[in-house]
């Protein structure tokens, strides 16, 4: 499975940004698919997720200003950022779980300034 993830940019304060995320290969049997993100200097953390039924879960931190939704037919998953905050700026990850097996994209940049 290979995932290519696009949609970063710069924001200030406020604005918005969508991520979206294509799985290719071998995409049959994608379980989840999710969102992670890392800022300069800290560990990578979860943001969301979407299971291949359209449930979703949140972080805490997003909750209510991020939303997540999946088009399972082109295997994209989308992650709609609102109200952005200078504590979103990092490096943000798209996942795929298939069976026991995890898969990363390469990562895309977004950066809010106040």
């Known amino acids: 499975v290979q995932l290519q993830a696009s949609g970063g940019g710069s924001v200030q304060t406020g604005g918005s940004l969508r991520l979206s995320c294509a799985a290719s290969?071998?995409?049959?049997?994608?379980?989840?698919m999710g969102w992670y993100r890392q800022a300069p200097g800290k560990q990578r953390e979860w943001v969301a997720d979407?299971?291949?039924?359209?449930?979703?879960n949140y972080a805490d931190s997003v909750t209510g200003r991020f939303t997540i939704s999946r088009d399972n037919a082109k295997n994209i998953v989308y992650l709609q950022m609102n109200s952005l905050k200078p504590e979103d700026t990092a490096t943000y990850y798209c996942?795929?779980?298939?069976?026991?097996?995890?898969?990363w994209g390469q990562g895309t940049l977004v950066t809010v300034s106040s």
């Open positions: 996942n795929a779980r298939k069976y026991r097996d995890s898969y």
């Open positions: 290969g071998s995409t049959f049997r994608i379980s989840i």
């Open positions: 979407i299971t291949n039924g359209g449930n979703t």
